[in-house]
C-alpha cells in the first residue's frame, strides 16, 4: 500500500493559465474524491468517481474545472484560465466504497498559487 | 443537509495538560464522525471515526472521542498534550451508509499549539 500519490506537490501559474494535477488512489480503492482547501479552512467537497463514472459533483467546482478518472485508475482535475481565487491546496482521496463506512485516505495534495 | 461546527478556532494547552477540541455536528440521519489532523503543507490523516457501536472511540497518538447523540456532539480529547500534537484539527461527518457517495463535509478546523 503505497498510500494516494498527488501531483505535482506545488504549481505556481500565471493567471488566465490552465493548469493540471494528477491523483493516483489506493490501488484496490474504487472511489476517488476531490476537495480544496483555502487557507485557514476546511476542505471542501468537489467531485467524485465510482470507477470511472463522476457521480456527484459540487457547485464550487465551475465550467473551468474538469476532472477525469479514465479507465477508472488515476485522476486528473484541470482548471483552465486560472483565476487568483483558485489558490489553494487541492486534495485527492480514496475509499474502498463498499457500503462499508471505511476512512478516507488523502494524499498529501497539490497546493496551487496563481500569480 | 449536513454540517459541522467546530467550537474555537484556536486552543491553545501546556505541554502535558488535558486536550479538548470541540465539534457539534447536524445530521438528519445517524452521521459517520471523523476526527483528522493535518501538519503544515501536508494531507489529512485520520485519527479516530465513529460508525456505529461504542460511543467511546479511541483513535491514534492517545486521543479519543465520544459521540453523544443527545447533544449532537463529537469532540475530541487527550489526555495529556505533548509538542508533537501542535497541529489543525478537523472534524467531519458522512452520511456513507445512506449515500453511496459518501462525501465528507468538513468543519472549520481547530489549530491546536501546546506551550513547553
Known amino acids: 500500500d503505497t498510500g494516494v500519490s498527488q501531483n505535482p506537490r506545488h504549481k505556481i501559474t500565471k493567471r488566465g493559465q490552465n493548469v493540471t494535477f494528477r491523483c493516483d488512489p489506493i490501488?484496490?480503492?474504487?472511489?476517488l474524491y476531490w476537495y480544496r482547501q483555502t487557507l485557514g479552512q476546511g476542505p471542501e467537497f468537489l467531485t467524485y468517481?465510482?470507477?470511472?463514472?463522476?457521480?456527484?459533483k459540487s457547485r464550487l467546482l465551475s465550467d473551468r474545472f474538469s476532472a477525469e478518472r479514465p479507465k477508472g485508475s488515476f485522476s486528473t482535475l484541470e482548471i483552465q484560465r486560472t483565476e487568483q481565487g483558485d489558490s489553494a491546496m487541492y486534495l485527492c482521496?480514496?475509499?474502498?466504497?463498499?457500503?462499508?463506512?471505511?476512512?478516507?485516505?488523502f494524499g498529501s495534495g497539490t497546493r496551487l498559487t496563481v500569480v | 443537509a449536513q454540517s459541522v461546527t467546530q467550537l474555537g478556532s484556536h486552543v491553545s494547552v501546556s505541554e502535558g495538560a488535558l486536550v479538548l477540541l470541540r465539534c457539534n455536528y447536524s445530521?438528519?440521519?445517524?452521521?459517520?464522525l471523523f476526527w483528522y489532523v493535518q501538519y503544515p503543507n501536508q494531507g489529512l490523516q485520520l485519527l479516530l471515526k465513529?460508525?456505529?457501536?461504542?460511543?467511546l472511540v479511541k483513535g491514534i497518538n492517545g486521543f479519543e472521542a465520544e459521540f453523544k447523540k443527545s447533544e449532537t456532539s463529537f469532540h475530541l480529547t487527550k489526555p495529556s498534550a505533548h509538542m508533537s500534537d501542535a497541529a489543525e484539527y478537523f472534524c467531519?461527518?458522512?452520511?456513507?451508509?445512506?449515500?453511496?457517495?459518501?462525501?465528507?463535509?468538513f468543519g472549520q478546523g481547530t489549530e491546536l499549539s501546546v506551550k513547553p
Open positions: 482521496a480514496s475509499s474502498s466504497g463498499q457500503g462499508k463506512p471505511y476512512g478516507y485516505t
Open positions: 490501488s484496490e480503492h474504487n472511489r
Open positions: 468517481f465510482q470507477n470511472e463514472a463522476q457521480l456527484e
Open positions: 445530521s438528519s440521519v445517524p452521521p459517520y
Open positions: 465513529y460508525t456505529t457501536g461504542a460511543t
Open positions: 467531519a461527518v458522512s452520511d456513507l451508509i445512506y449515500n453511496q457517495g459518501g462525501k465528507l463535509i
